[in-house]
């Protein structure tokens, strides 16, 4: 997908491991960010709103038990590890990206 991005970088003299870094910081950032938003809109409103779609089926209570340590540590670093991990997978290729096929005129 970011082929001609990648070309005109290595163009300009930065190296695949320069790409990779430049790639791993905007996921990582990405990554703190959407598991940071998640895990406060889940304990704010994630009960809420899960209970009146339960509800909605006919459940008159409904009462919902969570593991903190899974819920506010391992579940995280997994969704953050799962990110990172796919990230590095994008960035293994940024080296074979060939910098006359992909440029525009």
Avoid at 1 to 14: K, P, Q, S
Avoid at 69 to 98: D, E, M, N, Q
Wanted: with cysteine.
């Amino acid at each position: 997908r970011d082929r001609a991005a990648i070309a005109t970088m290595r163009a300009l003299g930065f190296r695949a491991s320069d790409i990779a870094k430049q790639y791993f910081a905007r996921s990582a950032l990405v990554a703190a960010a959407g598991v940071l938003l998640g895990s406060l809109l889940a304990n704010s409103l994630g009960e809420a709103l899960a209970g009146a779609v339960i509800s909605s089926f006919g459940a008159a209570a409904f009462e919902f038990s969570a593991d903190p340590f899974a819920a506010h540590l391992v579940i995280p670093l997994a969704i953050g590890g799962a990110a990172l991990a796919a990230t590095a997978a994008g960035a293994a290729g940024s080296g074979r990206v060939k910098i006359a096929e992909c440029t525009r005129e």
